[in-house]
């Protein structure tokens, strides 16, 4: 239904399917270009980042027009609709939401008006420091005003920079970004301007890329190929960007520490894509022949758990000599399951997903390599299939460490209680899904694969050892403000 903005609204709350594990970002400054369809390729490429909402914000010079959903990149946006967001330059986002509920009013790009124009922004990561922002945006407007309607650390971000007494969105920016804190790649547009920033930690992944008549910034490589445009560089941590017609202005409003998120490399980003000059399907591959060094097993057949642990099995198949095979026949419309929110529907969604391929699998010892294990409802399942479809032996082996700990940069896991693996060894979760041998990839030998140095990558929900501080109310998880009323504490 239209509501009275003129925007869609269908209404879909709680309708949380699909990969759900950071979120998309996209940005385009490209006069004479369709800048709402190079928006929409770009999104789509980047779907599986988040698939809970999709927003594009246009600007044509004078203002800004926007329109977001509920739903995929591509159940959100018609052609007529594309037709209508006209202009220069453009930002766009898809969501899964790690601060807030899954909620229309929480879609982004966010837009608010400041003194100097208009303010869209659009947002992947999550802060740590959300709380106290809250309480600043609520001083800067002062009591007689309500922050009641803000549920989101996008939002919170969008008032604070439009609040600023500055001359323009440039230095209201660069005013507020040190005061935020925790992991954020950030897109955002007033009415001629197209802006970028990343935290200081550089936790979430952003690109630079070129097209013949202007400019892209997204949250992976692999966008960049989509529409067109060629890799520039990576923003960097600490980086905040402007482009206009006078070109890109590189400007730096923290010292750059890298703390890059590990998990990218495992499971997130898109195997096409390159994050440290490093291809993530080579890398993933690397993995995988680690995983076999390290644990190695006496069987018939590789089999990946399609499509993430798909690389890492090549590479498995490859270092141990054992032949690779589909034996997981996967629907890929259905979500990568592990941080699905309610267990009866992550119970549905593994049935749903994954069909073993009997004609494959009967009477051999398998190797399933999958890239994580979150709950181990998943590989439990798995297990469970795999011997209907008539496997001798399972030896299930994953490309990362035990994740024992929760993130509170972006990744919605599970709470800690809900890990496996914190509170039981390897030889518990083999117990617990039924396999005849589990092994994991090493960190060190997890960490060596990337070939990045471990002291520039965030690899806390292995470790516990967390790189940007955690404030107690962090625990509360994403709907803590809505909770708390933000003004009330
Ligand atoms: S805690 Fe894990 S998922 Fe979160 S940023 Fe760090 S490595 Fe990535």
């Given at each position: 239904?239209?509501?009275?903005?003129?925007?869609?609204?269908?209404?879909?709350?709680?309708?949380?399917?699909?990969?759900?594990d950071a979120c998309g970002v996209f940005g385009v400054w490209a006069p004479g270009e369709e800048v709402a369809k190079l928006s929409f390729y770009g999104l789509y490429a980047l779907q599986?980042?988040?698939?809970?909402?999709?927003?594009?914000?246009?600007?044509?010079?004078?203002?800004?027009?926007?329109?977001?959903?509920?739903?995929?990149?591509?159940?959100?946006?018609?052609?007529?609709?594309?037709?209508?967001?006209?202009?220069?330059?453009?930002?766009?986002?898809?969501?899964?939401?790690?601060?807030?509920?899954?909620?229309?009013?929480?879609?982004?790009?966010?837009?608010?008006?400041?003194?100097?124009?208009?303010?869209?922004?659009?947002?992947?990561?999550?802060?740590?420091?959300?709380?106290?922002?809250?309480?600043?945006?609520?001083?800067?407007?002062?009591?007689?005003?309500?922050?009641?309607?803000?549920?989101?650390?996008?939002?919170?971000?969008?008032?604070?920079?439009?609040?600023?007494?500055?001359?323009?969105?440039?230095?209201?920016?660069?005013?507020?970004?040190?005061?935020?804190?925790?992991?954020?790649?950030?897109?955002?547009?007033?009415?001629?301007?197209?802006?970028?920033?990343?935290?200081?930690?550089?936790?979430?992944?952003?690109?630079?890329?070129?097209?013949?008549?202007?400019?892209?910034?997204?949250?992976?490589?692999?966008?960049?190929?989509?529409?067109?445009?060629?890799?520039?560089?990576?923003?960097?941590?600490?980086?905040?960007?402007?482009?206009?017609?006078?070109?890109?202005?590189?400007?730096?409003?923290?010292?750059?520490?890298?703390?890059?998120?590990?998990?990218?490399?495992?499971?997130?980003?898109?195997?096409?894509?390159?994050?440290?000059?490093?291809?993530?399907?080579?890398?993933?591959?690397?993995?995988?022949?680690?995983?076999?060094?390290?644990?190695?097993?006496?069987?018939?057949?590789?089999?990946?758990?399609?499509?993430?642990?798909?690389?890492?099995?090549?590479?498995?198949?490859?270092?141990?000599?054992?032949?690779?095979?589909?034996?997981?026949?996967?629907?890929?419309?259905?979500?990568?399951?592990?941080?699905?929110?309610?267990?009866?529907?992550?119970?549905?969604?593994?049935?749903?997903?994954?069909?073993?391929?009997?004609?494959?699998?009967?009477?051999?010892?398998?190797?399933?390599?999958?890239?994580?294990?979150?709950?181990?409802?998943?590989?439990?399942?798995?297990?469970?299939?795999?011997?209907?479809?008539?496997?001798?032996?399972?030896?299930?082996?994953?490309?990362?460490?035990?994740?024992?700990?929760?993130?509170?940069?972006?990744?919605?896991?599970?709470?800690?209680?809900?890990?496996?693996?914190?509170?039981?060894?390897?030889?518990?979760?083999?117990?617990?899904?039924?396999?005849?041998?589990?092994?994991?990839?090493?960190?060190?030998?997890?960490?060596?694969?990337?070939?990045?140095?471990?002291?520039?990558?965030?690899?806390?929900?292995?470790?516990?050892?967390?790189?940007?501080?955690?404030?107690?109310?962090?625990?509360?998880?994403?709907?803590?403000?809505?909770?708390?009323?933000?003004?009330?504490?």
């Amino acid at each position: 239904m239209r509501r009275p903005d003129g925007l869609l609204n269908h209404n879909v709350l709680g309708e949380d399917k699909g990969p759900q594990d950071a979120c998309g970002v996209f940005g385009v400054w490209a006069p004479g270009e369709e800048v709402a369809k190079l928006s929409f390729y770009g999104l789509y490429a980047l779907q599986h980042r988040g698939t809970e909402s999709a927003g594009i914000a246009t600007s044509d010079g004078e203002r800004i027009l926007i329109f977001k959903d509920m739903g995929l990149v591509s159940q959100v946006f018609t052609e007529g609709d594309l037709a209508t967001l006209k202009g220069n330059l453009a930002i766009g986002h898809c969501r899964y939401s790690t601060t807030g509920s899954s909620t229309w009013v929480n879609a982004q790009p966010t837009l608010r008006p400041t003194k100097y124009g208009t303010l869209a922004l659009a947002h992947n990561g999550n802060l740590t420091n959300t709380g106290d922002l809250a309480e600043l945006v609520q001083k800067l407007e002062g009591s007689a005003t309500s922050m009641s309607g803000v549920t989101t650390d996008t939002e919170i971000m969008t008032a604070l920079i439009a609040l600023q007494d500055e001359k323009n969105v440039e230095a209201s920016a660069l005013a507020v970004l040190p005061q935020l804190e925790g992991a954020f790649s950030l897109v955002f547009m007033d009415e001629q301007t197209l802006y970028a920033a990343r935290d200081r930690h550089g936790v979430r992944p952003l690109v630079l890329g070129k097209l013949e008549t202007g400019w892209v910034v997204a949250s992976e490589s692999a966008a960049l190929d989509i529409v067109g445009a060629a890799f520039v560089r990576e923003i960097e941590p600490g980086e905040f960007i402007s482009i206009d017609s006078n070109g890109v202005r590189s400007q730096r409003w923290a010292e750059a520490q890298p703390k890059g998120c590990l998990f990218e490399y495992v499971y997130l980003a898109r195997p096409d894509t390159t994050i440290a000059g490093s291809g993530i399907h080579k890398t993933r591959v690397a993995i995988g022949a680690q995983l076999a060094k390290e644990a190695p097993a006496e069987a018939d057949l590789v089999i990946p758990v399609p499509e993430s642990g798909t690389p890492a099995a090549i590479g498995y198949a490859k270092e141990s000599g054992i032949p690779f095979g589909l034996g997981l026949v996967k629907n890929s419309y259905v979500g990568r399951t592990f941080i699905q929110p309610s267990q009866t529907i992550r119970q549905l969604g593994i049935r749903l997903k994954l069909n073993p391929l009997r004609e494959i699998i009967e009477g051999k010892r398998i190797v399933v390599v999958d890239d994580s294990i979150v709950r181990g409802n998943t590989q439990r399942a798995i297990v469970r299939m795999l011997r209907e479809a008539g496997a001798r032996e399972i030896h299930v082996r994953i490309s990362s460490p035990p994740v024992k700990w929760p993130c509170y940069y972006g990744i919605d896991f599970a709470t800690r209680a809900e890990l496996i693996a914190n509170g039981l060894e390897v030889e518990e979760i083999r117990r617990s899904i039924g396999a005849d041998s589990l092994g994991y990839v090493s960190l060190d030998g997890l960490i060596a694969a990337t070939q990045v140095p471990s002291e520039r990558l965030c690899s806390a929900c292995f470790t516990g050892e967390y790189p940007i501080r955690i404030p107690e109310d962090m625990t509360e998880g994403k709907l803590r403000l809505e909770i708390t009323e933000v003004h009330g504490h």
